[in-house]
């Protein structure tokens, strides 16, 4: 498997030299369309020969353009693990505008919104502590700044069950249901009918 890499140069010399460098570097399946002779030359019969070299027809019709204005055309098919090197190589020779719409650049992973990163979209908030912020709190640590200091607990406790200490239940009781013995309902009723 190759990977198409294609630059266009100013001067035919230019593309030359990028193209005998690839084949210093081992690259065997390179391919250079200079403008032709005949000025007259349709940008069809162009494109043509640019899509001999393996390169779309869509692609090779906008290459053509620049062809025709006078650029030249080293297009090579890197094989797999070797692009970076073809594309310094062929970067190194300095390449004109192609008239190809530049790649997106690579999104960078962030560490702080892997769901965001991995799905490539953008976050909807930057805000680090939104709910803190819409809530009034403090994001940073001390009694004031969670929900135990909003109800007025402190954030760590000698006691082992403050929420139950608080509210003035004990967290082990002799009776196996001490929320509704403290409210006076039964746990379970017996109706007629009643399976249980």
């Given at each position: 498997m190759s990977h198409e890499i294609s630059r266009m140069y100013a001067t035919a010399e230019a593309a030359r030299a990028a193209a005998a460098e690839l084949a210093e570097e081992g690259f065997d399946d390179v391919h250079v369309v200079n403008p032709p002779s005949n000025p007259d030359a349709p940008v069809s019969a162009i494109a043509a020969q640019i899509a001999l070299g393996r390169v779309l027809l869509?692609?090779?019709?906008?290459?053509?353009?620049?062809?025709s204005k006078g650029g030249s055309l080293v297009t090579v098919h890197a094989p797999f693990g070797s692009g970076m090197l073809a594309t310094s190589v062929?970067?190194?020779?300095?390449?004109?505008?192609?008239?190809?719409?530049?790649?997106?650049p690579a999104r960078m992973w962030d560490e702080a919104a892997p769901l965001s990163s991995a799905l490539q979209i953008d976050l909807l908030w930057r805000d680090a502590t939104p709910a803190s912020r819409v809530?009034?709190?403090?994001?940073?640590?001390?009694?004031?700044?969670?929900?135990?200091?909003?109800?007025?607990?402190?954030?760590l406790s000698n006691n082992p069950a403050p929420l139950s200490s608080l509210v003035g239940m004990s967290t082990l009781?002799?009776?196996?249901?001490?929320?509704?013995?403290?409210?006076?309902?039964?746990?379970?009723t017996r109706s007629k009918g009643a399976m249980w």
């Amino acid at each position: 498997m190759s990977h198409e890499i294609s630059r266009m140069y100013a001067t035919a010399e230019a593309a030359r030299a990028a193209a005998a460098e690839l084949a210093e570097e081992g690259f065997d399946d390179v391919h250079v369309v200079n403008p032709p002779s005949n000025p007259d030359a349709p940008v069809s019969a162009i494109a043509a020969q640019i899509a001999l070299g393996r390169v779309l027809l869509s692609d090779a019709k906008v290459y053509a353009e620049g062809v025709s204005k006078g650029g030249s055309l080293v297009t090579v098919h890197a094989p797999f693990g070797s692009g970076m090197l073809a594309t310094s190589v062929l970067d190194s020779h300095e390449p004109i505008a192609s008239g190809m719409p530049e790649p997106a650049p690579a999104r960078m992973w962030d560490e702080a919104a892997p769901l965001s990163s991995a799905l490539q979209i953008d976050l909807l908030w930057r805000d680090a502590t939104p709910a803190s912020r819409v809530m009034g709190i403090q994001p940073l640590t001390g009694s004031d700044c969670s929900a135990s200091g909003v109800i007025g607990m402190p954030l760590l406790s000698n006691n082992p069950a403050p929420l139950s200490s608080l509210v003035g239940m004990s967290t082990l009781s002799r009776g196996g249901t001490p929320l509704s013995s403290l409210i006076g309902m039964p746990l379970l009723t017996r109706s007629k009918g009643a399976m249980w």
